[in-house]
């Protein structure tokens, strides 16, 4: 199987490139302001002769198929010296109404009516601005990064929209301002476009105007060029745009009979001179986040490193950092008390330079192989970030320098390069390879109170390389990460030390099949997971040298059908050690799990289930267990146009022993949200958690002995939260909350009371 992946790959580097097509979109071209309203009628005289786009291509459920003539849909688009403009005319079969109610930004997806714009305003292909709106004018978007396949829909981009349903389909407007993308000044690539479609009651359709095919690496492989913007953008490059928004919020806590009063005054500012400079700073941003559906509190800074980045100064740049998180993460400053930031954009290069002062209270990780330590820091700390890459047609090099200075506490230094390269294979198929190095430097130790002392220097390097190969009937990669015992980085995500890590992933791909008892697939493949984990030496993570913690072979197979239903099922001949000169226990298991969206109003429906033998760390014995984890989402259209989202997830653990000393972990959380218009909503959390080791009698057996020093012990939590917010545009909102914490261990219950407003200009 190895010989075969590398034979695979081995193709894929040797063949030569295939030529690029080039198509493209033309828009109108108005050098004032078009005359153009967004209100979703599409008549307006600005529109007239615009030329049109209505070649589409199916992409999903399978690709390289002419879009039904049932669902046609028409582009039109206009450049003004101000904006970007978009008329978008979505057709459906009559009697057939689309799907989608109100929801929060950011919260649209497959399995509503939908339309999406995807721009690439660097033209190099390695990301993308996109906006989607949903049919009831649900705004989601976001920056796609190409390296990674993925979606960061923390960026909110200042749009305007309008949507009309109509009995054959529906019309969306929609104003992107051309100071919200980010583009070179002077002579650069072409500028990128493409649209999408979403069409959840056609079997889960996805329609898109460029013949992307599911052998691309990433999904803007194949955008067209829009056309003409060399007439506008000579206008538009050096206008200057400033952004202020100032945000107050006020803050009430009780806990344990004592009641303490904040109120904070923060302020994020924008500058734009010109096209391809960007200057942000910050001043004393709130913590409180109120868009994160995560339970959180007065603590919040302590839990940082778990919730997704919304906080508008750290999101500038996130197209030009690409770094991966163990060389930067921005979660990791947890409570800045200030922060500057320089960003530009050039047709072959970019960089970007960050120092912030952040507050005590974060958690900082010092990592080994069995184990991660999290420090909660006591004291405040500068941090430096420098960022700079060049672009190729095909290669991509980079190299950065990142800094966490405690004073008197010590410091810590990474100095990184990282780069990646990819290549078309003739025929179809890609191929792709991607790289980091770092090295670190840190004096900086923590004690067990979490002061930061400055210690002798320890130095430790890093170093990972993957390798991404696909085509009609292969999806392969191929990683390996090491790192060093003494290897720290405080600006990144770095959980363990002292270890090797090497993967390979082998996917045959078979297509649309007919299977027994009637199933029919969209796509089928035969799956082949190989890994292993081992220590590197002792330093200071403790561990012997060339020592496997993980091991694992699993074959296994994925499918994809009807109602966006994915199903996986794996066979797991695992091996498991718990600690330094441990055994190594064969852990053999079975994985499956399955994504669907099986109903109109049973939006998502998402389960993963493992049962076998379990590794019980603290006990470093084996026993039977599993762990299981269900979602679901539930949408209802409700009277007077209001909408209810409902969302579950449950998550269990449990390892049984013959002696009976068992291990169980459990969770639930329910967050419902009820909007009452596009601009007011009120969010519930409700959250109990508990995790327990019971007592029981040793049986005699081989595994008795590593009981007997084992305490029994239980962990409750429970959290309950209520948020209305008003935002009658992006930028501009109130926000005012409740939230209660009862910690089992702890007598009493918290309570909090928060009122927040911003305010953009």
Do not use: C
């Amino acid at each position: 199987m190895f010989s075969l992946v590398i034979h695979s790959l081995a193709l894929a580097l040797l063949a030569a490139p295939a030529a690029a097509t080039t198509r493209a979109i033309a828009p109108g071209v108005v050098q004032g302001t078009a005359a153009i309203v967004i209100d979703g009628a599409l008549d307006d005289a600005g529109w007239a002769g615009v030329p049109a786009l209505e070649r589409f291509h199916q992409y999903q459920p399978e690709d390289g198929i002419p879009a039904p003539e049932a669902y046609r849909t028409r582009v039109q688009v206009v450049v003004d010296a101000g904006a970007l403009l978009f008329a978008i005319r979505a057709w459906h079969p009559p009697g057939q109404a689309p799907a989608g109610t109100l929801a929060r930004r950011d919260k649209v997806a497959r399995d509503q009516d939908y339309v999406g714009v995807w721009i690439d305003p660097a033209g190099h292909g390695r990301s993308a601005q996109f906006v989607r709106v949903n049919v009831a004018g649900v705004v989601g978007d976001g920056i796609y990064k190409a390296d990674e396949d993925e979606e960061d829909a923390g960026p909110d981009f200042p749009v305007e929209t309008a949507v009309r349903q109509l009995p054959d389909g529906y019309t969306v407007e929609l104003r992107w301002p051309l100071s919200s993308l980010r583009f070179p000044h002077g002579d650069a690539r072409p500028w990128r476009l493409m649209v999408e479609r979403s069409v959840p009651g056609a079997g889960g359709m996805l329609l898109l105007s460029a013949p992307l095919d599911k052998n691309a690496l990433s999904f803007i492989a194949e955008m067209d060029e829009l056309s003409q913007m060399d007439q506008i953008l000579p206008v538009v490059q050096d206008k200057g745009f400033w952004s202020f928004r100032p945000e107050l919020t006020s803050r009430r806590t009780s806990s344990a009979g004592a009641t303490s009063r904040r109120t904070d005054l923060g302020l994020d500012i924008t500058a734009r001179p010109r096209a391809d400079w960007v200057f942000n700073a910050t001043l004393n941003p709130d913590f409180s986040q109120v868009e994160i559906d995560e339970p959180t509190s007065a603590g919040t800074n302590r839990i940082a490193l778990s919730l997704p980045e919304k906080r508008a100064f750290f999101l500038e740049s996130a197209d030009v950092l690409g770094m991966r998180i163990p060389a930067f993460y921005s979660r990791a400053i947890a409570d800045p008390a200030w922060g500057m930031r320089a960003t530009f954009r050039g047709a072959d290069r970019d960089a970007t330079a960050l120092a912030a002062r952040d507050r005590a209270g974060g958690t900082v990780l010092r990592g080994s192989a069995y184990e991660t330590v999290e420090h909660v820091n006591t004291a405040d700390s500068t941090v430096m970030l420098l960022r700079g890459r060049r672009h190729g047609a095909a290669t991509v090099a980079g190299a950065f320098l990142a800094a966490r200075d405690y004073g008197d506490g010590g410091r810590n230094l990474v100095l990184g390069a990282d780069g990646q390269w990819r290549r078309r294979r003739e025929g179809g198929g890609d191929v792709q390879a991607a790289w980091t190095l770092m090295g670190s430097a840190t004096t900086a130790t923590f004690d067990e109170a979490g002061v930061p002392r400055a210690g002798r220097q320890a130095r430790g390097g890093y170093a990972w390389g993957k390798l991404d190969y696909m085509s009609p009937d292969w999806a392969n990669m191929a990683q390996l990460e090491a790192i060093g015992a003494d290897f720290f980085n405080d600006n990144g995500f770095v959980p363990q030390s002292g270890i090797a890590k090497g993967e390979i992933q082998v996917n045959r791909r078979l297509g649309a099949l007919s299977l027994p008892g009637g199933i029919d697939t969209h796509e089928t493949e035969l799956h082949l997971g190989l890994h292993e984990q081992r220590t590197l030496g002792s330093g200071r993570a403790g561990a012997a040298g060339d020592e496997a913690v993980q091991r694992w072979i699993r074959p296994g197979f994925w499918l994809y059908g009807a109602r966006q239903t994915r199903f996986w099922a794996d066979l797991g001949f695992d091996h498991q050690r718990a600690r330094p000169g441990g055994r190594l226990h064969r852990t053999p298991v079975v994985y499956m799990g399955i994504e669907s969206s099986p109903l109109p109003w049973l939006v998502r429906l998402n389960g993963e289930l493992t049962v076998g033998r379990q590794l019980d760390v603290e006990a470093d014995a084996v026993g039977r267990g599993g762990t299981l984890q269900a979602e679901a989402g539930l949408r209802f259209a409700l009277p007077a146009g209001w909408s209810l989202e409902s969302d579950h997830r449950w998550n269990r653990a449990w390892v049984r022993h013959r002696s009976r000393q068992d291990f169980v972990d459990y969770g639930w959380r329910w967050v419902g949200t009820l909007h009452m218009s596009a601009r007011d909503s009120l969010r519930a959390i409700v959250q109990n958690t508990s995790a327990a080791r019971l007592a029981g009698d040793a049986d005699g057996g081989a595994d008795a002995f590593r009981f007997d020093l084992l305490e029994p012990w239980q962990d409750r939590a429970r959290h309950r939260s209520l948020l209305y917010r008003h935002m009658p545009r992006l930028g501009r909102s109130l926000s005012l909350g409740v939230t209660t914490d009862v910690n089992g261990a702890l007598p009493g219950k918290s309570l909090g009371v928060t009122a927040k407003l911003q305010w953009e200009s």
